[in-house]
Antibody, heavy 122, light 107 residues
Framework: QVQLVESGGGVVQPGGSLRLSCAAS????????MHWVRQAPGKGLEWVAF????????YYADSVKGRFTISRDNSKNTLYLQMNSLRAEDTAVYYC???????????????WGQGTMVTVSS | DIQMTQSPSSLSASVGDRVTITCRAS??????LAWYQQKPGKVPKLLIY???TLQSGVPSRFSGSGSGTDFTLTISSLQPEDVATYYC?????????FGQGTKLEIK
């Protein structure tokens, strides 16, 4: 079945780095745009980053621009989020999410991973 | 950037009630609007996309409407399992912002 499994979360000090991974299965990963969405404890959903199916376009929320980098390896069916210069306010559950429609145009997010917790604390 | 504003922020209703949640975009987004349901401790679930198209497997008591800047999510007859936080989201272009959420409880 279609599945996304995140990994790589943990506790990191302010200013530190972390790389999240999202392993995809059950669908043609290379045909779909992918996103990272986060949710701070007790808060709402915040979109973080997007990468087009072929990696040709990447977009970021202002809150992470210049610090986070989204990437993908279509040969490994894996999505990544490199997070540098981490701050306390980056503490959240990070979800990867798949777009519902394949191809160029953006669409809603139909499959979500279970999330991985990132805690930024000294 | 386009802002997404939901109302109300919280809502309490009785089983069987008709419930409506509103989402307003600060600029027109055509019908590039999705609704998600997040039950406590669970992953968000897509309910509606393209403003009014029901995602496969979602009960027909859920419906969406609107276009441009004003959108609504309606539950025609509230069930106990509908207790959740509901989010709208624009996806016409980046940033793909979410509304702040509407927490729905049973009275």
């Amino acid at each position: 079945q279609v599945q996304l499994v995140e990994s790589g979360g943990g506790v990191v000090q302010p200013g530190g780095s972390l790389r999240l991974s999202c392993a995809a299965s059950g669908f043609t990963f290379s045909s779909y745009g992918m996103h990272w969405v986060r949710q701070a404890p007790g808060k709402g959903l915040e979109w973080v980053a997007f990468i087009r199916y072929d990696g040709s376009n990447k977009y970021y929320a202002d809150s992470v621009k210049g610090r986070f980098t989204i990437s993908r390896d279509n040969s490994k069916n894996t999505l990544y989020l490199q997070m540098n210069s981490l701050r306390a306010e980056d503490t959240a559950v990070y979800y990867c999410a798949k777009e519902k429609s394949s191809g160029w145009y953006e669409s809603a997010f139909d499959i979500w991973g279970q999330g991985t917790m990132v805690t930024v604390s000294s | 950037d386009i802002q997404m504003t939901q109302s109300p922020s919280s809502l309490s209703a009785s089983v069987g009630d008709r419930v409506t949640i509103t989402c307003r975009a600060s600029q027109g987004i055509s019908n590039y609007l999705a609704w998600y349901q997040q039950k406590p401790g669970k992953v968000p679930k897509l309910l509606i996309y393209a403003a009014s198209t029901l995602q496969s497997g979602v009960p027909s008591r859920f419906s969406g409407s609107g276009s441009g800047t004003d959108f609504t999510l309606t539950i025609s007859s509230l069930q106990p399992e509908d207790v959740a936080t509901y989010y709208c989201q624009k996806y016409n272009s980046a940033p793909y912002s979410f509304g702040q959420g509407t927490k729905l409880e049973i009275k």
